[in-house]
């Protein structure tokens, strides 16, 4: 059964998929992607946000490559396919319609 912190983590990858998929080039790094968490009150530190990103790209929705220390993630065709509600994540909230 979820609970509050699933349904929280499942809303919060979500947000991170959006922002990727409006970004031209479907990639952002770790610190930007915590800024736009932010500003939709997910107000979590570094570590937190780096294990959203490492469940994403288990579930296939982003791959993580690395600029020294820095996470970058890039959206992968499951990912965007699932912002654009043609497939279903399991593990990810699914959007909303408009």
């Known amino acids: 059964m979820k609970d509050y912190k699933d349904d929280y983590n499942e809303d919060a990858r979500l947000t991170i998929l959006i922002e990727l998929a409006e970004e031209n080039s479907r990639t952002l790094n770790e610190t930007a992607l915590r800024r736009a968490l932010k500003v939709f009150g997910f107000r ?12 994403m790209e288990d579930l296939g929705a982003i791959t993580i490559t690395r600029a020294g ?3 970058i993630a890039v959206l992968t065709r ?9 497939v279903v994540i399991e593990g990810i909230t699914v959007p909303s319609e408009e």
């Open 44 to 55: 979590r530190d570094r570590n937190w946000v780096r294990e959203q990103l490492k469940v």
């Open 69 to 71: 220390t820095v996470f």
């Open 78 to 86: 499951a990912g965007r396919d699932h912002v654009e509600q043609d």
